[in-house]
């Protein structure tokens, strides 16, 4: 009997599109990590050629369809527009490829449930990417709350800002599936779903208003939600915000955590936690979440090693991206 050969620990990527994402998500952590960027491809091949030479991506291909079907890549990157996530999620996973998605998903929970049937069918794999998770700012917040060291889970607010994207950017295209709740909410739902073990279960959305840019495209909204125990969540989400601002304070009977700029620690590394004898600053390192979100993929991907994220996680996290723009009124993606 011949023992088969250990899969190589480098993963052959490939990129779908030339998105502004692509250099801090995929691009640097593949250098960082020793994976290769086989090949590349973009609506337009200039753009294709410009972003495989400035960032060392070995080859361009002619079309998406040619990324998928490369013999040569383990692994696709999804970072297109959100209306196209689950089609190429769909046509990667069935052409044999792990797949890296951008978050969200999909435009809803009902593409999203295609696409985890598909990965059920063709036993793929899939990682909706949330980065935030695997970095130990979060992990620390998550072990904060599950130790019950500062007494019950009593609240979850989440911020999630950024500065006005340009006029033609597809976060402000219905039909490209755009929105604040799209784009920022999802992060600050799926910080209150990875805190259900906390608070006897997962929220659920109680409320949710917005004001609309034009066309059911949300500019600003709020979300209220509720866990199990009692706990209240808050997620305030704005795309005309004067600046970035990305933080989680959760907040206990006996205490509260706090961190700063959870999406990117590699800026802001701090998690205060407050107690009766006082607050103390824990810095948890600047490496950036992305790194860490490609040595889980990969060691998945290559090694079969566990992972925290997978088609279920992404339908739950639809799911209430679909119930908040339902209850502030404005039509599903």
């Known amino acids: 009997m011949t023992t088969p050969e250990p899969k190589a620990a480098t993963l052959r990527i490939g990129v779908l599109g030339a998105s502004r994402i692509a250099e801090q998500a995929i691009v640097g952590p593949a250098h960082a990590l020793g994976h290769r960027l086989v090949v ?25 369809d040619a990324v998928v079907d490369d ?44 696409v985890r049937e598909v990965a059920r069918e063709t036993g ?29 889970l009593t609240g979850v607010d989440v911020v999630m800002a950024m500065p006005e994207p340009a006029d ?68 305030a989400n704005s795309m005309v915000h004067s600046q970035f601002e990305f933080t989680v304070r959760l907040t206990f009977s006996d205490g509260s955590a706090f961190a700063p700029d959870f999406i990117k620690p590699n800026s802001d590394d701090r998690v205060s936690v407050t107690d009766a004898s006082g607050t103390t600053v824990e810095h948890l390192g600047t490496r950036p979440s992305y790194e860490y979100q490609l040595e889980a993929f990969a060691a998945h991907v290559l090694h079969g090693a566990p992972i925290p994220l997978g088609a ?22």
């Open 168 to 235: 033609g950017d597809p976060r402000w295209s219905l039909d490209l599936a755009g929105g604040a709740i799209m784009d920022l909410g999802c992060y600050g739902l799926h910080v209150h779903r990875m805190l259900a073990d906390a608070a006897e279960g997962p929220p659920r959305v109680v409320s949710a208003t917005a004001t609309e840019r034009d066309k059911g495209v949300d500019e600003t909204s709020t979300i209220e939600l509720e866990f199990p125990n009692g706990a209240r969540g808050t997620v």
């Open 312 to 333: 279920d996680d992404a339908v739950a996290t639809m799911e209430l991206v679909d119930a908040a723009y339902t209850a502030a009124g404005l039509p599903l993606r």
């Open 40 to 64: 590349v491809a973009a609506r337009d091949r200039g753009r294709a050629e410009a972003f495989a030479e400035r960032y060392g991506v070995e080859r361009v291909a002619d079309s998406y």
């Open 124 to 152: 793929g794999i899939i990682v909706e990417g949330f980065h935030y998770l695997f970095h130990p700012v979060t992990r620390r917040l998550l072990e904060i709350a599950e130790s019950g060291r500062l007494g019950r």
């Open 71 to 114: 013999p040569e890549v383990d692994a696709v990157y999804n970072p297109l527009a959100n209306a196209l996530h689950a089609e190429w999620n769909i046509r990667a996973l069935r052409a044999g490829k792990a797949v890296l998605t951008e978050k969200p998903f999909a435009r809803n929970v009902s593409e999203a449930s295609e």
